[in-house]
């Protein structure tokens, strides 16, 4: 039977000053994340691991907008879902 392990891709912009990128992978052990802080520019991130996810053999296979906020602060995000047959 075939096993899949999978991949989140998350892109959140809070406000025109802010946006963060942040990646979680599933595996059997336990989730690895990643983020983008202050330092590393959100775009370059996101940028870089969809071109990274690509290489690595993950297939993109669902995307989620998501949109909210309290008051006047909104946010509005992007999930992306990946997956890929695992190795071994």
Known sequence: MQT???ARLVINWV?????ICKFALF????RREESSD???DAWKF???KVADLG???WELVSVAPFA???GSA???SWHLWFKRPTQG
């Open 46 to 48: 996101f940028d870089k």
């Open 74 to 76: 909104t946010t509005s």
């Open 55 to 57: 290489k690595e053999g």
């Open 15 to 19: 406000d025109v000053n802010y946006t």
């Open 27 to 30: 595996l059997p052990d336990g």
């Open 38 to 40: 202050m330092k590393v």
């Open 4 to 6: 899949w392990e999978y």
């Open 68 to 70: 909210g906020g309290l």
